[in-house]
Each structure stands twice: as C-alpha cells, then as structure tokens.
C-alpha cells in the first residue's frame, strides 16, 4: 500500500504565492509520473501540472507562466509552486502518482488540500 500526503494549502490573496509539497511512502519499487488536480465547488476534477520521472512537465494553459511543477526522487516528493495566485485558483489540490509496487502498477491520490485566494 502506498501514501500520499499533502501540505502546504491555505489561505493567500490575490497577487501571493503558495508552495504545495506531496511525499510518497509505502511499498514503493519506483514512481512514474506525479501531478496535480484541483477541484472548485460545482466544477470537474482538472489536471494542473504534470512531471514525468524524467523531468518532462505538462501544465494547464490557465496556469502556465504562473505554476511551477518538480518533484525529487530520492523523496518520492512532488512540489508545485504556485505564483500570481488569482481568485480563480481556488480549489482543493490533489496529488496524484502512478506508483509501480511488487506486483502492479496503480494510480494513487492523496487526500487534498484547500487552496484559497481571497483578499
């Protein structure tokens, strides 16, 4: 079994910055891609960032310029750094990891963390 766990959500204005960590722990034999999702009140789940286990990044254009993904392997740990933040960027943040065990390969979530932008 394997455990994501988020941090580093809260409340921020307009115009501020919020840096969003996820550690990986468990029976981990390697980590594909690790991203993040957001979820606002009546909206979809939408993908935000992406980051393959080499380094390859994939954004949503609603954030690129603005979201900064990366993540360290040796922690199993993915981090989004967000600048700029506007009112629209408030949602609960997910990560998520494609985590290969012994046996299988499975798509994990963590458990969320709110994301407010409100002066």
């Known amino acids: 079994q394997v455990q994501l766990v988020e941090s580093g959500g809260g409340l921020v204005q307009p115009g501020g910055s919020l840096r969003l960590s996820c550690a990986a722990s468990?029976?981990?034999?390697?980590?594909?891609?690790m991203g993040w999702y957001r979820q606002a009140p009546g909206k979809q789940r939408e993908l935000v960032a992406a980051?393959?286990?080499?380094?390859?990044?994939n954004y949503a254009n609603s954030v690129k310029g603005r979201f900064t993904i990366s993540r360290d392997n040796a922690k199993n740990t993915v981090y989004l750094q967000m600048n700029s933040l506007k009112s629209e960027d408030t949602a609960v943040y997910y990560c998520?990891?494609?985590?290969?065990?012994?046996?299988?390969?499975?798509?994990?979530w963590g458990q969320g963390t709110q994301v407010t932008v409100s002066s």
């Open positions: 468990g029976s981990i034999f390697s980590i594909n891609a």
């Open positions: 980051i393959t286990s080499g380094g390859s990044t």
């Open positions: 998520t990891a494609k985590v290969t065990e012994v046996l299988s390969t499975t798509n994990y």
